[in-house]
């Protein structure tokens, strides 16, 4: 069984910064690719950004060069770096784990940035 424990979210004004974390267990932590989505009410989730087991990274249009995603293998955790926050990147947001062609999630953790 795969447990992924978001933490970090939170209420923070535009410009602002946040720190989340996604702590695992139960798992082959070092395999997965590890990946945080947003969601907001009546859309779909969408991917925010992506890292594979060797580090390499992928973000999304609306987040590149504010937010970054990095991991610690030794902790089993992964993290997201989000800078220069935006009202539009009010969401909750959720951590996943891709590992032996099975999709794994956390609960979610609220962001909301005012204006």
């Known amino acids: 069984q795969v447990r992924l424990v978001e933490s970090g979210g939170g209420l923070v004004q535009a410009g602002g910064s946040l720190r989340l974390s996604c702590a695992a267990s139960?798992?082959?932590?070092?395999?997965?690719?590890m990946g945080w989505y947003r969601q907001t009410p009546g859309n779909q989730r969408e991917v925010v950004a992506t890292?594979?087991?060797?580090?390499?990274?992928n973000y999304a249009d609306s987040v590149k060069g504010r937010f970054t995603i990095s991991r610690d293998n030794a902790k089993n955790t992964v993290f997201l770096q989000m800078n220069s926050l935006k009202p539009e990147d009010t969401a909750v947001y959720y951590c996943?784990?891709?590992?032996?062609?099975?999709?794994?999630w956390g609960q979610g953790t609220q962001v909301t940035v005012s204006s």
């Open positions: 139960g798992t082959s932590f070092r395999a997965a690719v």
């Open positions: 890292i594979t087991s060797g580090g390499s990274t």
């Open positions: 996943n784990a891709y590992i032996f062609l099975a999709n794994y």
